[in-house]
């Protein structure tokens, strides 16, 4: 079997793989097309090479116990355009991109474009890029219990679009404000949320029955002024509040959020001091 699957992948994909003084071995070596048969062969040892290749992962993934997830959302508009609320909304105030890595369409506002300022969405390879992780997960047979995420609107569509993959175990995402990033950057901005109503309406896959460690405002009124240690202090608060929610064995969570809070969440979990 180990030969039959070494067979099966003996196409080479770079010259870098390859030693050019050395004659090839195989089918490769043929000068043209292979023949019907070889092509059903070469076709059925691919395929049990996948079951074998699916198998291994699955067993592996079985085996283990609650296991901790942490993903950074897509590509952001405003780092990739910064002038995009001022050059792709008319004077009427309708939402007209200008460029293919611009969503076709955008969320609806309470405050309009100003909302936006703060709370970006993510670009079109933002959501692309969030959907080839969601299915890397699936082909290595990793299916996530519950999804946490920031109540960032980038974050929102990023767990959106990781959790395309899973069709048919789709889990809802809970908003945890608590997850945002520090606070100390936004202490002169007036920072605006989707509601989790809202993001229903949208179509996002949120759970509208979760509870909150840290509601929206008790994030911006108790840790408006956060310090640095206060926000990794935050953050680590908020991962083991939620954990503690999840005893049970064995157990997927993802947690999508910035890039901040993956240092605090990795450093909270291997009992590490602040990165400050």
Request: net charge neutral.
């Amino acid at each position: 079997m180990d030969d039959q699957l070494e067979t099966a992948y003996e196409a080479k994909f770079s010259v870098l793989d390859m030693d050019v003084a050395k004659k090839a071995e195989g089918a490769s070596k043929a000068a043209g097309p292979i023949n019907e048969a070889e092509q059903k062969r070469q076709a059925e040892l691919m395929k049990q090479a996948s079951i074998a290749v699916q198998s291994a992962l699955g067993e592996q993934a079985s085996a283990a116990g609650r296991r901790v997830f942490f993903a950074r959302h897509g590509e952001r508009m405003d780092r990739v355009f910064p002038a995009w609320t001022r050059l792709s909304y008319t004077e009427s105030g309708n939402y007209k991109p200008y460029d293919m890595n611009m969503p076709i369409s955008m969320v609806p506002r309470l405050n309009g474009v100003n909302d936006f300022y703060d709370d970006p969405p993510i670009t079109e390879l933002g959501y692309f890029v969030s959907q080839l992780i969601g299915r890397g997960a699936k082909l290595n047979c990793i299916n996530f219990d519950t999804v946490y995420c920031s109540p960032a609107l980038r974050c929102a569509q990023s767990a959106h679009g990781m959790l395309k993959a899973f069709t048919k175990t789709k889990p809802k995402i809970c908003i945890e404000p608590g997850l945002f990033e520090y606070m100390g950057w936004y202490k002169e901005e007036n920072l605006n949320f989707l509601s989790t109503l809202e993001m229903v309406v949208q179509g996002y896959e949120v759970d509208p029955d979760y509870f909150p460690v840290i509601s929206c405002e008790d994030l911006k009124t108790k840790y408006k002024n956060e310090t640095i240690e206060e926000y990794y202090k935050r953050t680590g608060d908020v991962i083991g509040s939620i954990l503690s929610r999840h005893t049970k064995s064995p157990c997927n969570i993802l947690f999508v959020v910035h890039a901040p809070t993956l240092d605090a969440g990795s450093r909270f979990l291997t009992k590490k001091t602040a990165n400050v």
